[in-house]
Nanobody, 116 residues
Framework: QVQLVESGGGLVQPGGSLRLSCAAS????????MGWYRQAPGNQREWVAS???????HYSDLVRGRFTISRDNAKNVIYLQMSRLKPEDTAVYYC??????????WGQGTQVTVSS
């Protein structure tokens, strides 16, 4: 089992910045990737960004150039630095973990609201 706890959501004005954190604990063996998804009201959950264990980061076209994902392996924490936020970035953001044997886990989600 892997537990994921997100933090850092909130209300921010358009053009502002916010940083999300996700702390992972539990059995991290065979880790494959960690990342972020988001879900706006009435929409399906969509992928935002991922960082491959020991590898590169990948981004959705919707956020590339504005968001940066990073991982602190010593602390088992990933971050999502979000800049130049837009109202359409408003959503619940979920942390995601999957491993090489097919298991995946989700955090409880953190609300990000971009509004003036």
């Amino acid at each position: 089992q892997v537990q994921l706890v997100e933090s850092g959501g909130g209300l921010v004005q358009p053009g502002g910045s916010l940083r999300l954190s996700c702390a992972a604990s539990g059995n991290m063996a065979y880790s494959k990737s960690m990342g972020w998804y988001r879900q706006a009201p009435g929409n399906q959950r969509e992928w935002v960004a991922s960082v491959i264990t020991g590898g590169d980061a990948h981004y959705s076209d919707l956020v590339r150039g504005r968001f940066t994902i990073s991982r602190d392996n010593a602390k088992n924490v990933i971050y999502l630095q979000m800049s130049r936020l837009k109202p359409e970035d408003t959503a619940v953001y979920y942390c995601h973990y999957n491993n090489q044997v097919g298991y995946e886990y989700w955090g409880q989600g953190t609300q990000v609201t971009v509004s003036s």
